[in-house]
């Protein structure tokens, strides 16, 4: 069955540095989600992009935060100085459409922890 | 401001008996519901949805039962199996995001 494969599964990083955290979708799916859960909270969105462009963004995502699909398979979020709070669980979610009927896929997530 | 909310934190059924999870919304416009299963240190799996065109929809085990009314819908477990405890999210479709609930943590006891 194909599957969101998210790199690297456990990311620690020192206050202040990028991380880039990274996506392989499922092949024929057109739309991508970055969402993130801060431990013992819900699934919060950031960011969906489609056409090779920023769809739609929460208010989390500020201009800390960046995505783009650079070789048109991986998909990444860069956080460009990471503080304290952006520690929690990072899943990709892909789509091949919108709307009713179109469930998204996500990866096991990436548990960023920022120190 | 919670648009999607599951007001029980968690919920212990024994095994073979019917597990109900429970999920409320406040806008209107959603018109598409997905529930996910997720376990630890996993993403979210998709279990089952419903288009606010219907008032229920059943695979197996599982059934959603949509009230548009009450804004409230509803996962129905049975029989329910050991292999079900996991945190359950009920799910808008907004419709270019996933708005989430809270969870529900299930656990089946034997």
């Known amino acids: 069955e194909p599957e969101v494969t998210q790199t690297p599964s456990h990311q620690v990083t020192q206050m202040g540095q990028e991380v880039i955290l990274r996506c392989v979708p499922i092949?024929?799916?057109?739309?991508f989600y970055w969402y993130r859960q801060i431990l013992g909270q819900k699934v919060e969105f950031l960011v969906s992009?489609?056409?090779?462009?920023?769809s739609e963004k929460s208010e989390i995502f500020d201009d800390q935060f960046s995505v783009e699909r650079p070789d048109g398979s991986n998909f990444t979020l860069k956080i460009r100085s990471t503080k304290l709070e952006d520690s929690a669980m990072y899943f990709c979610?892909?789509?091949w459409g919108q709307g009713a009927n179109t469930e998204a896929f996500f990866g096991q997530g990436t548990r960023l922890t920022v120190v | 401001d919670q648009q999607v909310k599951q007001n029980s934190p968690s919920l212990s059924v024994q095994e073979g008996r019917i597990s109900i999870l429970n999920c409320d919304y406040t806008?209107?416009?959603?018109?598409?519901f997905l529930w996910y299963k997720k376990y630890p240190a996993e993403g979210p799996t998709f279990l089952i949805s419903i288009s606010s065109i219907k008032d229920k929809n059943e695979d197996g085990r599982f059934t959603v039962f949509l009230n548009k009314s009450a804004k409230h819908l509803s996962l129905h477990i049975v029989p329910s199996q050991p292999g079900d405890s996991a945190v359950y999210f009920c799910?808008?479709?907004?419709?270019?995001?996933?708005?989430f609930g809270t969870g529900t943590r299930l656990q089946v006891f034997p």
């Open positions: 092949s024929n799916h057109l739309y």
């Open positions: 979610a892909t789509q």
């Open positions: 799910a808008a479709s907004d419709p270019d995001k996933l708005i």
């Open positions: 992009f489609y056409n090779n462009e920023i």
């Open positions: 806008n209107s416009m959603f018109d598409y």
